[in-house]
């Protein structure tokens, strides 16, 4: 499954570059994210927790994330796998990080693969109006870290937690209004 955004950040490219080159701390903007090693060389491990509706996924697993200061761009290869519901899940990531004469605009293109229980979620689309959702809490936490007047008030801002059947809900609402406004053309007449 393919995945493309574009975050636009109130702040200039060089402070959310240097944001996104400490792992680390962006990993506390992504919410279920939990960084447990530096492994060193760009990889680390983890574990990232995902409520599908009903369903809750925990995938461990390892990253590698390469990054190339000249074009201000990188890479995230990562793969896990949810050990209770035997799903396994693969992700390969590039991003670009750009000035705009608003601030910075990060592109991230992600091919997202998906096995097991959790897979069935992707054929739905709620995966993808799901990952709109995280991104838009990610670009908020991104945003409150940069704007914080301290390092100590910066490591405070976290991504909240997922609320699984909320997100599960207004992601396939979201779908099904999408899928109405391509069936009717976008407009009713009366």
Same mark, same amino acid.
């Given at each position: 499954?393919?995945?493309? $955004?574009? *975050? /636009?950040?109130?702040?200039?490219?060089?402070?959310?570059? $240097?944001?996104?080159?400490?792992?680390?701390?962006?990993?506390?903007?992504?919410?279920?994210?939990?960084?447990? /090693?530096?492994?060193?060389?760009?990889?680390?491990?983890?574990?990232?927790?995902?409520?599908?509706?009903?369903?809750?996924?925990?995938?461990?697993?390892?990253?590698? %994330?390469?990054?190339?200061?000249?074009?201000?761009?990188?890479?995230?290869?990562?793969?896990?796998?949810?050990?209770?519901?035997?799903?396994?899940?693969?992700?390969?990531?590039?991003?670009?990080? $750009?000035?705009?004469?608003?601030?910075?605009?990060?592109?991230?293109?992600?091919?997202?693969?998906?096995?097991?229980?959790?897979?069935?979620?992707?054929?739905?689309?709620?995966?993808?109006?799901?990952?709109?959702?995280? *991104?838009?809490?990610?670009?908020?936490?991104? /945003?409150?870290?940069?704007?914080? /007047?301290? %390092?100590?008030?910066?490591?405070? *801002?976290?991504?909240?937690?997922?609320?699984?059947?909320?997100?599960?809900?207004?992601?396939?609402?979201?779908?099904?209004?999408?899928?109405?406004?391509?069936?009717?053309?976008?407009?009713?007449?009366?």
């Amino acid at each position: 499954m393919k995945i493309t $955004e574009v *975050i /636009e950040v109130n702040n200039t490219p060089e402070r959310v570059w $240097e944001l996104f080159q400490d792992v680390p701390t962006l990993a506390t903007c992504l919410p279920g994210a939990e960084l447990t /090693e530096d492994k060193g060389d760009g990889k680390y491990a983890g574990n990232v927790s995902v409520k599908l509706g009903p369903m809750t996924a925990t995938f461990e697993g390892e990253a590698t %994330v390469v990054a190339d200061p000249g074009t201000k761009s990188g890479t995230v290869n990562g793969k896990g796998v949810d050990k209770r519901g035997g799903s396994q899940g693969q992700m390969k990531m590039k991003y670009g990080v $750009e000035a705009t004469d608003a601030g910075t605009k990060v592109t991230v293109d992600a091919d997202v693969m998906l096995a097991g229980a959790a897979a069935q979620f992707g054929r739905t689309g709620l995966i993808q109006e799901m990952s709109k959702r995280l *991104i838009g809490e990610f670009v908020d936490c991104v /945003e409150a870290k940069l704007a914080a /007047e301290t %390092v100590e008030a910066a490591a405070q *801002i976290q991504a909240g937690e997922v609320k699984g059947m909320s997100l599960f809900f207004s992601s396939l609402l979201a779908a099904i209004t999408r899928f109405f406004k391509r069936l009717f053309g976008g407009s009713r007449s009366e």
